[in-house]
Every structure is written in C-alpha cells, then in structure tokens.
C-alpha cells in the first residue's frame, strides 16, 4: 500500500487549525534561509503555505550564503530573542564552512521547533537529569514516522527496523526513537559492510541519506514498511533514496517521493510550534 503523505498531513493540519482557532492563538514561527538551492528554497515555502493554511504567521530570514558563522549566529540569536517570533527553526544544510551545531545552539528549546539545538536533543536523547522528564516535542521527522505508523496502526515494537544514515535530521532520532519503543535496530552508514546483509531481513526500512534509489528490491524483504526522506533531483525527476518501481511490488507500506513522508514532516514542525506554546 501506498502511503498517503497528503492525506495525513491534511488530517494534522486540519486538527491544528481548530486548535488554533479554539484557542485564540497568534503565533509565528521564523525560518532562517541561507540557501540558493531551489529544493531548499521549496521547502521553507511549503512550510509557510502550511502555516498560513491553519492560521500561523510564518516570515522568513533570508541571509547571503557569503554571511560568517558569527553573523549568522548573531542574527539567529536576534531573531531567537524577539518576542514577535514563537518558534525559530534554521533550514538545513547551511553552507559548508558554517559549522550548523554553533548556530542551531542560540535557539532555545522553548522555542525550537526542529529539536536540534544542543538543549533540545540533549532533552530528547535524556542526556540531561532529571531522566524521568520526557521532551515536550520530537523531532519531525521522529513525529512524522510516528504519525504515519499510528494512522496505518503498525507496531514497531519486537520489529526488525534498518536504518540508512545516521544524521541529525533524521537517522539519529528516527532509530533512537525505534529503539526506544522495542525495535531492534541496524543502522547502515557509509561505513557499512554489505548493508544488504542487515537491510534484507528488517520488517521496517527508514532512509534518510540522501542518495537517489540507493535500495533496490533485493535489498529489502517481502511484507516491508519502507518510508524514504530522501529528495532528489535525478534527470529532471524527484526520486528518494529508495528505488519505488522495484520496492513498492514487495511493500506493505512505502512513501512515494514527493507526496509521501515529506507533507508529514512540514506537518510536523507546526504541531511542534502549537506543542511549544501550549
């Protein structure tokens, strides 16, 4: 079956819409744009379409791929300290020789929205005591596969899940989230010796790395939930990191690219901004 990631995010939305109506609130989130790249571009767009469809402000931050890491960390820290702006998320990825980590720290978690600030993961991860004291928020993409799997009404728990890619945005939260709800969790990185050794037995598939059709289906088992971040221009044509045409034969469940995890995801940070400010 193919996940509808439209449907779901419409039914999120739709939800945060009566919230927002219910309650009276006027809250805005600022996204902070140092990016040419027309994907990146998109995708901070389809988040204020969104927020303007349940009735946020949404204004956005465009700074020159030329600006430092120190002005931008001054700025981020400007925006963070208005009062105007309820939520800051800072759009990945930031030019190269930024180091992001330095600059997602001058938001604070009562005002982070993307859970990526050392204070916020350090929250989510339970690095910090007291241990017993949950986060406010997940991450998106951690909400997004939540969702998902709650709509369709799939259990992870006891479920062998691999995982491609061990980044911040969505490697790292989604398989410690897996984990810590009874999945046995593989991780494949780049690193990864034969990752079809680990990837061919898992009952869940959750990629995020960002290279086009990466997994073919002799990768993956029959029966497998396959839910692909990635987005990829290949040959005019926007493909994800799992190869749908030989994948989605074998899947229970898979998310298409464009139209799949990606609107649940957008859903998800503006849950997280109502979540925030609740």
Request: glycine share 8%; charged share 30%.
């Amino acid at each position: 079956m193919i996940i509808n990631g439209k449907q779901i995010s419409q039914k999120v939305l739709a939800g945060l819409k009566k919230e927002i109506r219910q309650r009276k609130l006027k809250l805005r989130l600022a996204a902070v744009l140092v990016s040419s790249n027309s994907g990146i571009r998109k995708f901070v767009e389809l988040k204020g379409k969104a927020a303007k469809e349940v009735g946020l402000d949404y204004k956005i931050f465009e700074f020159p791929e030329t600006i430092t890491e120190e002005e931008l960390r001054k700025e981020v820290c400007k925006i963070v300290g208005d009062d105007k702006n309820d939520g800051v998320l800072v759009e990945l990825p930031l030019p190269k020789r930024i180091k992001a980590q330095n600059v997602l720290n001058e938001i604070n978690a009562e005002k982070d929205v993307d859970v990526l600030s050392q204070e916020a993961q350090n929250k989510f991860y339970e690095v910090e005591p007291p241990l017993e004291v949950r986060p406010q928020v997940l991450p998106p993409a951690v909400e997004a596969v939540k969702t998902v799997f709650k709509f369709y009404k799939y259990d992870v728990k006891g479920k062998k899940a691999a995982v491609f890619g061990y980044g911040l945005l969505v490697g790292k939260p989604v398989a410690y989230w897996l984990s810590q709800n009874g999945a046995y969790v593989s991780v494949i990185d780049e690193y990864t010796k034969d990752p079809q050794k680990h990837s061919i037995g898992a009952d869940i598939i959750v990629s995020g790395v960002g290279k086009p059709e990466l997994i073919g289906g002799g990768m993956v088992k029959e029966g497998v939930v396959a839910v692909d971040f990635g987005y990829e221009n290949k040959e005019g044509k926007m493909v994800g990191d799992i190869n749908f045409d030989e994948v989605s034969p074998k899947a229970a469940l898979i998310t298409p690219v464009p139209g799949g995890i990606g609107p649940v995801v957008v859903a998800s940070v503006l849950k997280n901004l109502v979540k925030l400010n609740s």
